[in-house]
């Protein structure tokens, strides 16, 4: 089995920076792509970050948000500055594996975190 777990969501002041982290475990035989998604109320779900042969990054983040990764931890990070309430939303970690040798790849999803940007 593979597990997701984030941490770092919160309440945050607009301004704010909050960090974000999510580690990866259990059965990974090849990691290839880590990232972010988040999702608010009545709206799907949209791509904020993600890394592996190639990094990019939703517009509306771009110079603001920060992604990375330790492959050793296989974990991804997510530093979030100057954060807007239009940030607000639950923020999933997501991770594109291989978990055997013999299986194919797929997408993993961690349980979501809540970040709240408000005054």
């Known amino acids: 089995q593979v597990q997701l777990v984030e941490s770092g969501g919160g309440l945050v002041q607009p301004g704010g920076s909050l960090r974000l982290s999510c580690a990866a475990s259990g059965s990974i035989f090849r990691l290839y792509v880590m990232g972010w998604f988040r999702q608010t109320p009545g709206k799907p779900r949209e791509l904020v970050a993600r890394?592996?042969?190639?990094?990019d990054y939703n517009d509306s983040v771009k110079g603001r948000f920060t992604i990375s990764r330790d492959n050793a931890k296989n974990t991804v990070y997510l530093q979030m500055n100057a954060l807007k309430p239009e940030d607000t939303a639950v923020y999933y970690c997501?991770?594109?594996?291989?978990?055997?040798?013999?299986?194919?790849?797929?997408?993993?999803w961690g349980q979501g975190t809540q970040v709240t940007v408000s005054s």
């Open positions: 890394t592996g042969n190639y990094t």
């Open positions: 997501y991770a594109d594996l291989q978990p055997y040798s013999h299986s194919v790849a797929d997408d993993y």
